[in-house]
């Protein structure tokens, strides 16, 4: 039997089934919310790294660049969470596996940049590109089936049984 994507009133498959947030209700589909929350994120990060290096122009760039990636890996979890995947409870066992994502998100980039444009000598702005898309698409899967995921109700595992889209239910 073909899978086929949840109605709107059918619970999304690993999430909690709750009342969409506001950006659901505006945009329907959760990949776009994602794309969207997650560019957002990019851009405060970005502008926030930018404001740190301003004010403390001798910090070293690590530094710099830490302190911008830990206060938007929190902040954008708490959207996330809120508005794209709308999971209760957990809040530290799921920020720990949303870390986990990221940072799994983060070394692969710098390895494959490291591999492609050190090593090899690929152009350096396209490989990050093509990187970054990859890093989206890890980033999405990974919040979607690990740190948002959550196990089903007997009703959703009826469902999903029914859509012929069951999965394993453990946490």
């Known amino acids: 039997m073909a899978s086929h994507p949840p109605a709107a ?11 969409p ?28 790294f930018i404001v740190l290096a301003l004010a403390f122009p001798q910090a070293p760039s690590f530094i710099l660049l830490s302190a911008s ?27 720990g596996r949303f870390a986990l994502v990221n940072l799994t998100s983060l070394l692969v980039n710098i390895g494959l940049l490291s591999v492609f444009a050190d090593l090899l000598h690929f ?15 890890i980033s999405y899967f990974g919040h979607r089936h690990f740190s948002f995921r959550r196990k089903h109700s007997p009703e959703q595992a009826e469902t999903a049984t029914i859509s012929g889209t069951k999965e394993e239910e453990t946490a």
């Open 123 to 137: 152009p350096r702005i396209p490989t990050q590109l093509a990187i970054t898309l990859l890093s989206v698409i």
């Open 69 to 95: 990636w830990t206060i938007s890996l929190i902040a954008v979890f708490f959207v996330y969470r809120k508005l794209v995947f709308r999971v209760k409870g957990h809040v530290w066992l799921d920020l």
């Open 21 to 48: 947030g506001p950006l659901m209700k505006i945009v329907k589909d959760q990949r776009v919310a994602f794309l969207l929350v997650g560019g957002a994120n990019t851009a405060f990060s970005t502008g926030l």
């Open 9 to 19: 009133d059918e619970p999304v498959r690993g999430i909690h089934s709750g009342p």
